[in-house]
Every structure is written in C-alpha cells, then in structure tokens.
C-alpha cells in the first residue's frame, strides 16, 4: 500500500509540476488525503517531495536536451558565437530569475512549510491565483508561439520574471503561473514563458534534491529507499507525456482553462475540509 501511494503523489506531481496549477499544492492535499506521510520522518517527507520533483525536472532534461547540449558546447562567446547566442549568457539569465526567489525561499523556509503548508492555505491560493490567471491573460498575454529557441531573454526579462517567481513560494500559487504571467509582464509571448519557466526548475530542484539526498541518505529504511524510485519513476514517466501535450495546448486554448479548474478544485477541498476537518 506505501509503495501505491507513492506512485499516487508520482502520477500527482508528473501531471501537475509543469501545468499552472501548483504541484506543490497538489501534494499537500493529495498527500493528506491518502495518508501518506504521517508515519514517515521529516527526512523522508523533505527527500520525497524533492526527488519526485526531480523525476519531472529529469524529463525536461530528456526532451529538452538538444537546447541543453547547445548551451554546454557554445558555453563562451566566440567569434562564431556572439555572446547573446553563448551558453553561459543563457544559463546567466536562468541564474538572474532565481536570485529573487532564493534569497526569499531560504531563509524563510522553515516558516513558510510550517504555517503554508496545509490544504487550507493550499485551497484559498488556488482560488485567488485562478482569478489573477484569468485577469493577467486578457490583459497581458501576447498571441504568439514563438518558441524560447528564436528569442534572446534580456536581463532585465529575466529580473521580472525572478520577481514573479517569489510568488510561488507560497503551497498552491504555481511556479509555472508565476513565471508565466512574469514572462507576459515583459513581454514574452506564452510558449516560450512556459519553456523558461522549464529550464528555470532544472537547477533549483537539482540542488535541493542534492541536498536532501545527502543530509537524509544514512536515516531512512528500505522500504522508504524503494518508494523514492517508484515516487521518481512514475513522475519521470508522467511528466514526459505531459510536457508537449501541455505547451501544444498553449497554442490553442487559453490559460484561464487552468484557472476555472483551480478555482473549483479549491471549492472541493474547501467543502471538504468542512464535513471532514483536514489533518
């Protein structure tokens, strides 16, 4: 039964991490309801939350990797390589969208997991982030699908989009909301925001997993090392199906699809919590 849980919270998170919807959210309640974590230890909860995570991070890695294997062959300008086009401009500005946020989710990290991290909080985030989805469309988005590939990101770009970030902190806003709405706020067009905000994932969620893989490696049992890799394999999985399915939708239909589904699964686990008091 642990080991159909957390390929639950994989399906979850592969389905969710990318979509404007809050995959962190997402987990917060689905992990509630099934019960998932309230025998494990903090150690455990941290490192599956993120390795799940890097399970999504990973297909992009995959499906993205000719962009990703350009960037580390043109790392340096050159003379056939100006420095716009070079690798380490491109990772530079990916650097510049996180500053904001790091400087903000580290330190208040501890605080922000202990008084946001619960269904409520997830469920009131949903619903005001849905309508602040809806809003920002009609007034911001640009009709284009321009990929990240044909366009150059400009610094001051990356700044607000970093800025727009900051807001993701909060369980239930969405990373990929966030960073959307920043990339339309400077004038991105809405696939190639969507692709920005996938490369902006790979070096956070690298890093923390990193991290939470080395701080809990000697504390945690088998039976929790094997529902990492089901949590991880299932995500990885799920993810890859979803990434082009999502950014083809993006062509077509609009944003605030997502924002009519945020506000009545908010609904739904607000009635919820009302008949059966969340843990």
């Known amino acids: 039964m642990f080991m159909f849980k957390a390929a639950i919270l994989g399906v979850v998170e592969g389905l969710t991490e990318f979509l404007p919807v809050s995959s962190t959210g997402h987990l917060v309640i689905f992990s509630n309801l099934i019960d998932f974590y309230s025998h494990s230890s903090k150690e455990f909860v941290d490192m599956f939350n993120m390795v799940i995570q890097l399970g999504a991070i990973l297909a992009v890695v995959i499906l993205y990797r000719k962009k990703i294997i350009d960037t580390i062959l043109n790392l340096f300008p050159s003379k056939n390589t100006p420095l716009e086009d070079s690798g380490m401009y491109f990772w530079g500005m990916i650097v510049i969208s996180c500053i904001p946020a790091a400087a903000i989710g580290i330190p208040f990290d501890d605080l922000v997991e202990y008084y946001l991290f619960n269904p409520t909080t997830v469920a009131t985030a949903l619903f005001f982030g849905g309508i602040l989805m809806i809003i920002a469309e009609s007034k911001l988005r640009k009709h284009s ?29 969405s990373r990929s909301a966030s960073t959307i709405i920043g990339g339309w706020v400077a004038g991105l067009g809405t696939v190639a925001a969507a692709e920005y905000s996938f490369f902006l994932a790979i070096p956070v969620m690298f890093g923390q997993a990193l991290l939470n893989i080395l701080d809990a490696r000697g504390n945690l049992v088998s039976m929790e090392w094997m529902a990492l890799f089901v949590g991880f394999a299932v995500s990885f999985i799920v993810a890859l199906l979803v990434i082009g399915s999502f950014l083809d939708f993006l062509k077509k239909k609009p944003m605030k699809l997502f924002a009519y589904y945020r506000m009545i699964f908010a609904f739904l686990v607000l009635a919820y919590g009302l008949f059966f008091p969340w843990k």
Not at 151 to 166: D, K, N
Request: charge should be positive.
């Open 145 to 173: 699908n321009v990929s990240l590939s044909k366009i150059t990101i400009t610094p001051r770009q990356a700044i607000i989009i970093g800025l727009f970030q900051v807001f993701s902190i909060i369980p239930g806003v």
